[in-house]
């Protein structure tokens, strides 16, 4: 009696623990079935109002919502309300259900308002006039065959040639007001409202029955599941059709407001009030963690592309997807200050976080070993002998064997008691891991080892055993590689020196793997050291855990990520930043988005023995089990807006942008319905930017002082999951040039230059030109002195040196009066000379009597030739500039030496009439006077008319065979000489 007393405590107390066990388990935000990431979006993120009745995804990808405030496009990023910039309002805000067609086009039916149809944002509105007689639509459906159906609260309609027509309260059909239309596989159309009833393809028409009272039976939702069971969701409850008739789902005891049937064959139930339910392999639950929906009044379902379920709420949109991560809370160890997390071949998985807990059948129940005492374990290992080595927070590590324990502590044993990880070698060897140092155990025998042995630094993190047999040790400041009993150096050690190495994997085609805890990865293949960081593709730069499973797949994890790599992507050499790894990032589920992960304590991930992977984090164990990658769309590439100088411009195939523009920027996104945390972008502005650009975390792309031109603004988006699936959204930018910018301008300037350029060397050449004749005309000038000058002086002697000569010496009076003459002469001569020198250097403007000097002149002619040199006239004196005058002078003396020289005249008469406005000096002869006029090309007479040019006159002669010869020189009393040209 007292034993079955005992067994009968014995089992009330173990029913007691496993019913609080399982009751802190049901209790638990995680449960032990599936479990959701959730996306919430409310009207601080851009709904119109939070009451989402309908979602539709369009061709594009995007989603559609309506709500009672409005329609919303959403690509995924951000949500724009339909209305600014349209064509046309919506006649009223309350959306009720949505449509999208494969041609594009959005039907939506309003509460009031009618059908609308918007088409690339034009709208169209169908009402009264297109045949509808009630504004309220309840039900849009465009069935198998293309035909649109339209349930309103009044009638059943079809479209037939842009009008729709009654269906009901004809051929048989009676009068319903409709909330739901939907095809079967078969192709009825299923009505339901005030009534349910089926159409056949003939036309004919079926009523059905539901089980309840009238105001239970309103039907509000209708759906076919795979099986081809008819569902039907009413104000009662959950209907299902068997054996053609329709029973009641027992446990939903609320009106059933929307039912979809998803792609893996759940069949999920939103109710009013009762949130939401979901129907699979026979069983009716509500598996999903409380407080996990805004709102337990679901309005509208829907399955994307991506396999995600969407789910309007009364406060607000919902986005969930499966999570591939299972979350086991560790009831009495929330948030600890370590954790790891370890198991063994047995089938054993430990997780040490303060306490020490073994997880079975997903649930974490606490254990505890009396061997250790109160120690607090850190980590736990199962060596091959089977013996378990407990690594412990400040005590030490305990080897419980099968018939002993041994307790390692420090000074004694260990370099340090706090342990951070254990390692198996190929011989048998322990070794541990501490806070200070490394220690190798073999036959219960310790060595110690620190950085005086050659440790690359006394604090260690992770010990791992190669194919080679060289343990590798990373520290808090660099790697250390033992082999053959010593520290030694190579390539991987010498790269990683100044690494916090938290973790190290050698994969299994030998290649080894370093985490470091601010760097990235480090990829080591033989004498070969590369690294891999954000800007290759990695989520983060700090990693704790890096594990390989049987499939060859890479676990990694960071401060606050879970993210996996195939075995091929990491096996690429290093890529650029416009090509980077596949990576894919693990989201929390509903409850945990925020998890942090552990390291710097190993094991801080195992891959168990059925492939899956375990981490710990500060919200319990994170279990994911391997599943077979599925391959998604990725996103779509979307280009915004193009701001010019903060002025909106038109998204078009073209945008073309005045001079003046000097800030040009780009806004973009992407259509994508999953989470956009890991959507990427790269850009390029084609003719100007050399290489791709990497978008940041604000969406757009700047550019100033842009040149004029013609460029290709190009848009890559990807996922880092799926880097290779990338979508490309391109505009050609044409920036207008300004006036001087333009090929005409330059080609009017480079018309300019070379007429300038021609100009300019027209010009030199007449300054030449005009300098060579400056020159030419100073030779003349030079040549016209000299003549009348020294040459005519020197004639003039030598005649008198003649006439001496010939003299006869008996005549001394006659030869003596000659050379006195011949005297004078050469003075004379000489002062000519000495006058047209100094003419060379001084322009002599003094006012000189032009009388008095052709009277001197004729005198010494007189006395020269023994010639009469008459001169006679109006004028006693004609005062001319010295210049003037001397060109004047030379001209007159010129022509009355070639009269007494050339032409045999006696008498030479000159003239002189003057005037106030000119004079006019003629010279005449009767001499033998010549015939060709061509000898005007003797120098004198050359001499005689340039002379007067110069200064300013006229020279004429006139010349008659026999009879004589007249000069005459004209010269205007106000004319000044022409000045001379210098070079």
Not at 92 to 120: H, K, P, Y
Not at 426 to 434: H, N, P
Not at 883 to 912: C, D, F, K, P
Request: aromatic content about 8%.
């Amino acid at each position: 009696m007292i034993v079955f007393r005992n067994l009968t405590t014995l089992w009330l107390v173990w029913t007691l623990l496993v019913f609080a066990q399982c009751l802190r388990a049901a209790q638990s935000p995680m449960q032990s079935g599936p479990q959701f990431t959730r996306d919430l979006w409310r009207v601080s993120d851009g709904l119109p109002e939070d009451t989402v009745q309908a979602l539709a995804v369009a061709k594009d990808g995007v989603l559609w919502l309506g709500s009672t405030g409005g329609l919303v496009r959403f690509d995924g990023f951000h949500m724009q309300a339909y209305g600014a910039g349209q064509s046309a309002p919506l006649p009223v805000n309350s959306i009720f259900c949505l449509v999208a067609d494969g041609d594009g086009d959005l039907w939506a039916g309003t509460e009031g308002g009618g059908l609308l149809r918007i088409r690339s944002n034009a709208l169209k509105s169908y009402s009264v006039e297109e045949g509808l007689t009630d504004g309220f639509v309840r039900s849009i459906l465009l069935d198998s065959q293309k035909r649109l159906w339209v349930g309103t609260d009044d009638g059943l309609f079809r479209m037939n040639d842009g009008r729709l027509q009654r269906v009901d309260r004809s051929n048989g059909i009676p009068a319903v007001a409709v909330h739901v239309i939907a095809e079967d596989r078969e192709h009825r159309i299923w009505v339901g409202g005030s009534r349910l009833m089926a159409i056949n393809p003939d036309g004919t028409a079926k009523q059905y029955e539901l089980p309840g009272a009238y105001s239970e039976n309103r039907v509000k939702t209708i759906v076919e599941d795979h099986n081809g069971t008819i569902w039907v969701g009413t104000v009662g409850g959950l209907q299902q059709l068997e054996n053609g008739q329709f029973h009641t789902v027992h446990g939903i005891h609320a009106t059933v407001r929307s039912l979809l049937q998803a792609s893996d064959g759940t069949l999920w139930i939103g109710t009013i009030g009762r949130g939401l339910w979901s129907f699979s392999n026979g069983r009716l639950s509500q598996p999903l963690s409380q407080g996990l929906l805004p709102s337990n009044t679901i309005l509208s379902l829907l399955e994307d592309p991506q396999k995600q379920i969407w789910v309007g709420t009364q406060a607000g949109l919902a986005r969930l997807q499966q999570s591939p991560v299972h979350l086991i809370p560790l009831a009495e160890g929330s948030d600890p200050d370590f954790e790891t997390i370890s198991g063994d071949a047995r089938g054993n998985l430990w997780v040490a976080a303060q306490s020490l807990y073994l997880i079975h059948d997903s649930v974490a129940n606490r254990t505890h070993y009396n061997e250790v005492g109160s120690a607090k374990i850190r980590n736990v290992f199962r060596a091959r002998d089977g013996a378990l080595w407990l690594g412990t927070d400040g005590e030490g590590a305990f080897r419980l064997g099968e018939n002993k324990v041994n307790h390692y502590s420090a000074p004694k044993d260990l370099t340090n008691n706090f342990i951070r990880g254990f390692l198996e070698t190929r011989s048998g060897e322990i070794w541990l891991a501490t806070d200070e140092g490394i220690n190798r155990v073999k036959d219960e025998k310790v060595q110690k080892l620190g950085a005086a042995d050659g440790l690359a630094y006394f604090s260690t993190r992770c010990l791992m055993e190669d194919r080679h047999g060289q343990v590798w040790i990373g520290t808090e400041r660099g790697l250390s590689m033992w082999r053959a009993g010593r520290f030694q150096q190579n390539a991987a050690t010498r790269a990683l020196a100044q690494e916090k190495t938290w973790s190290i994997l050698e994969d299994r085609k030998g290649t080894l793997w370093f985490a470091t805890r601010d760097h990235g990865l480090f990829r080591v293949r033989g004498d070969v050291v590369e690294q891999f960081t954000m800007g290759q593709g990695l989520p983060t730069n700090s990693f704790y855990q890096i594990l390989q499973d049987k499939r060859g797949v890479f676990w990694m994890t960071g401060p606050n990520i879970i993210a996996s790599a195939t075995e091929l992507e990491m096996e690429r050499s290093v890529p650029p930043s416009d090509h980077p790894l596949g990576v894919t990032v693990l989201r929390m589920p509903y409850g945990a988005e925020n998890a942090q992960m552990y390291g710097g304590r190993q094991p801080s991930g195992y891959v168990a023995p059925d492939n899956s992977v375990w981490f710990p984090t500060n919200r319990g164990a994170a279990h994911i089990v391997s599943m077979p990658q599925t391959s998604t769309p990725g996103p779509q590439a979307a280009l915004e807006q193009i701001v010019a100088d903060g002025n909106r411009i038109a998204v078009a195939d073209e945008a073309h942008l005045p001079a003046r523009v000097s800030r040009l920027g780009f806004g973009f996104s992407a259509i994508f319905l999953r989470s956009q945390q890991e959507v990427r972008f790269r850009y390029k502005l084609e003719n100007f930017d050399h290489e791709w650009n990497l978008a940041g975390s604000t969406r757009s792309a700047l550019y100033t002082n842009l040149p004029a031109g013609r460029y290709r603004f190009r848009l890559v988006a990807f996922d880092v999951a799926q880097p290779d699936k990338t979508s490309e959204v391109s505009i050609l930018v044409v920036k207008a040039p300004f006036f001087y910018q333009t090929w005409w301008f330059y080609t009017l300037c480079a018309l300019l230059l070379a007429a300038a350029g021609w100009t300019i060397y027209q010009i030199r050449i007449a300054q030449i030109r005009t300098r060579f004749a400056a020159v030419l005309e100073e030779r003349n000038r030079l040549a016209r002195e000299m003549h009348d000058t020294v040459i005519q002086g020197c004639t003039g002697i030598s005649a008198l040196l003649e006439a001496i000569a010939i003299t006869p010496e008996t005549n001394q009076t006659a030869q003596k009066k000659l050379l006195d003459v011949a005297r004078d002469q050469a003075r004379r001569t000489i002062d000519d000379a000495r006058d047209a020198v100094w003419d060379l250097r001084h322009e002599r403007e003094a006012e000189i009597d032009l009388v008095a000097a052709i009277q001197t002149v004729a005198q010494q002619t007189m006395r020269e030739s023994g010639n009469t040199v008459t001169v006679t006239g109006d004028s006693k004196q004609v005062e001319v500039p010295a210049s003037i005058s001397h060109e004047v002078l030379m001209t007159v003396r010129e022509a009355v030496y070639n009269s007494v020289q050339h032409s045999g005249a006696r008498a030479v008469e000159i003239t002189i009439c003057s005037s106030a406005e000119s004079s006019v000096i003629a010279i005449v002869d009767q001499g033998s006077g010549f015939i060709d006029l061509a000898q005007e090309g003797h120098y004198g007479i050359l001499g005689m008319r340039e002379r007067m040019r110069r200064a300013g006159g006229e020279f004429d002669l006139v010349s008659v065979p026999g009879e004589g010869t007249r000069i005459t020189l004209s010269l205007k009393r106000s004319v000044r000489p022409q000045r001379r040209k210098q070079d």
